[in-house]
């Protein structure tokens, strides 16, 4: 059955995944807040990319640099000239839209009247603010359109402090802000949203291989994280919807990472992975006056190096892996369930230890004892209120990999316990002392 989107909205509400703004004011359009397993959920996703980009790998380096920056970054790297979209008001029933997002000028497809819209006019996506006391011209910052351009102004310090020979990489992830014009399809297209990026600077030479083996790993990395292969797809840039960054002669473009989601017409973007050449270390070198350059010490000469910038987004990400988790599958005749099957490293809570009876003392404290133990290793939790049944389906729903029942036989009989698998929901009889290492196997954690 295909998931509508009302229906994911639903269950993330219901389940504490992601609420709406500012709820008790009528809500902030298009902004979200995530909740107790939301927050779980994104962090796992975050550090499963941290994991995979910078801790597995010798070339890469992390920061964290601050949203607000000196104005004249923005005019370095382009975005005050160029980061606008067309946008177009219809002057009957005041709707807006964008210009590029139409099929025809013509017709108003709010109202349906025609020759309402107006002729497009750029609109800059950079929220502005004022810094200090005073509101004027000389006071104007920016909340960063990107977190590309803390570590391009960084890459002299970073390289200095850290003696990384080229190709190395400099991974960040944060908050990126852009007021969107039109905002929408859930988390999917925010005006607040979290960037993970990465830089990747090379030699120029080098560059058209890395850019492929950067597609590559990136596209891997989802597939590894249990995303349907079929929904998700590679779509290089046509000529024409290059970013300012990618359009010189030196660059091979930009191909994203698509992934279809079951409420959208077409296959959406999660990630682009951008070659960058050498334009934003120039462009900043031409604009602060300082050098942005790396000695190479094997040819003894100065050289801008190219960037590879494989550029995701951390809700859409999230919201990616939620619905693709999402099943509904009749266990028996008239009788349903939704399961959310995440792979376990994102899981939001990996186990889940419940009694067969919450009145039998000696059964609840063999609970605790076994969920203390294993909230050491990963987050597990205990629930008693409400039948054994209810309670699997509970933890179904928010996509708990196994839980763990303490029944009579465990206290009176044999010193084991059940453990059901989420996905397959076999059972098995585990002995208390394997509990932890059974689950740390199973979970790989
Ligand atoms: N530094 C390059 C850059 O920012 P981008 O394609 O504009 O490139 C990169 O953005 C990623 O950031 C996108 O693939 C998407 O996942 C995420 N993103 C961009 N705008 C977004 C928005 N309004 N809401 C949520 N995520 C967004």
Not at 389 to 396: A, E, N
């Amino acid at each position: 059955m295909a998931l509508k989107m009302e229906e994911i909205v639903s269950l993330c509400k219901r389940r504490g995944f992601v609420f709406q703004s500012s709820e008790i004011y009528g809500g902030f359009a298009s902004c979200w807040d995530y909740g107790p397993l939301g927050v779980e959920l994104k962090r796992n996703v975050k550090e499963a990319w941290w994991n995979s980009v910078v801790q597995q790998r010798d070339d890469m380096v992390g920061l964290d640099s601050s949203i607000l920056m000196h104005p004249k970054v923005w005019e370095a790297s382009g975005h005050l000239a160029t980061f606008h979209d067309p946008l177009v008001d219809c002057k009957f029933c005041k709707a807006r839209f964008r210009a590029d997002h139409l099929k025809n000028l013509e017709v108003c497809p709010n109202c349906g009247n025609k020759g309402t819209l107006t002729e497009p006019r750029q609109f800059n996506l950079m929220f502005k603010t004022f810094v200090g006391p005073v509101e004027d011209d000389s006071n104007i910052a920016y909340l960063r359109p990107e977190t590309a351009q803390g570590i391009f102004v960084n890459f002299v310090n970073v390289q200095n402090t850290t003696r990384k020979k080229l190709p190395f990489g400099i991974a960040q992830i944060g908050k990126s802000f852009r007021n969107e014009i039109t905002p929408g399809n859930f988390t999917f297209r925010t005006r607040e949203f979290e960037q993970m990026e990465i830089e990747y600077f090379c030699r120029p030479e080098d560059a058209p291989r890395l850019h492929q083996e950067w597609i590559d790993a990136r596209y891997q990395w989802y597939l590894d994280l249990g995303i349907t292969k079929e929904k998700l797809s590679l779509r290089p840039h046509d000529k024409e919807e290059l970013a300012h960054y990618a359009q010189s002669e030196e660059s091979t473009g930009t191909t994203d990472i698509e992934y279809q989601f079951p409420f959208m017409d077409e296959p959406a973007e999660l990630e682009g992975i951008a070659n960058r050449a050498d334009f934003d270390l120039s462009q900043h070198a031409k604009f602060s006056g300082q050098k942005m350059t790396y000695f190479d010490t094997k040819t003894n000469e100065h050289i801008t190096p190219y960037v590879i910038e494989p550029s995701a987004g951390a809700d859409r990400a999230t919201l990616a892996f939620l619905v693709d988790a999402w099943n509904q599958e009749e266990v028996k005749p008239g009788d349903t369930r939704t399961v959310l099957k995440f792979h376990p490293k994102l899981a939001p809570i990996k186990t889940a230890v419940l009694p067969l009876l919450k009145k039998r003392d000696d059964i609840v404290n063999v609970c605790h004892q076994i969920n203390d133990d294993l909230k050491k290793y990963f987050p597990s939790t205990y629930d008693d209120t409400a039948s054994i049944g209810k309670l699997y389906r509970r933890q179904d729903e928010i996509g708990t990999p196994y839980c763990v029942t303490v029944d009579v036989q465990t206290v009176e009989e044999d010193n084991a316990v059940t453990i059901r698998d989420r996905d397959t929901m076999q059972q098995e009889r585990v002995s208390l002392d394997q509990v932890k290492s059974y689950l740390r196997d199973k979970l790989d954690m």
